[in-house]
């Protein structure tokens, strides 16, 4: 199972990002997926989530309003557009993946590798 998250760069405060995440390896048809991120000397922590099969999304409040999660069931990629973005959104970004609803905000069993995201004020 692999998950390659990409997108991320320099941006000025205000701007916008897209990032990608490219799962591979197995069928994430019934999965959930979402965003996790982990600002310099900060714990990692829940962006958004949503279901690849349903239409539920799942956002921190930090985050509700500027960013949207979604996905491209077709190409098989799921996406965070960044808007509105922040400073203190200045972190590396993680795409993550489980079976369960319950596990998605916390503990995924599934983690890709980061693509950092860094917003100059």
């Known amino acids: 199972v692999q998950l390659q998250a990409s997108g991320g760069g320099l941006v000025q405060a205000g701007g916008s990002l897209r990032l990608s995440c490219a799962p591979s390896?197995?069928?994430?048809?019934?999965?959930?997926m979402g965003w996790f991120r982990q600002a310099p000397g900060k714990e990692r922590e829940f962006v958004a989530a949503?279901?690849?099969?349903?239409?539920?999304?799942y956002y921190a409040d930090s985050v509700r309003g500027r960013f949207t999660i979604s996905r491209d069931n077709a190409k098989i990629r799921m996406y965070l557009q960044m808007n509105s973005l922040k400073p203190e959104d200045t972190a590396v970004y993680y795409c993550?993946?489980?079976?369960?609803?319950?596990?998605?905000?916390?503990?995924?069993?599934?983690w890709g590798r980061g693509t950092l995201v860094t917003v100059s004020s």
């Open positions: 993550a993946a489980d079976p369960k609803r319950g596990n998605i905000a916390n503990s995924p069993q599934y």
């Open positions: 390896g197995r069928t994430f048809s019934s999965y959930f």
């Open positions: 949503l279901g690849w099969s349903v239409s539920s999304t």
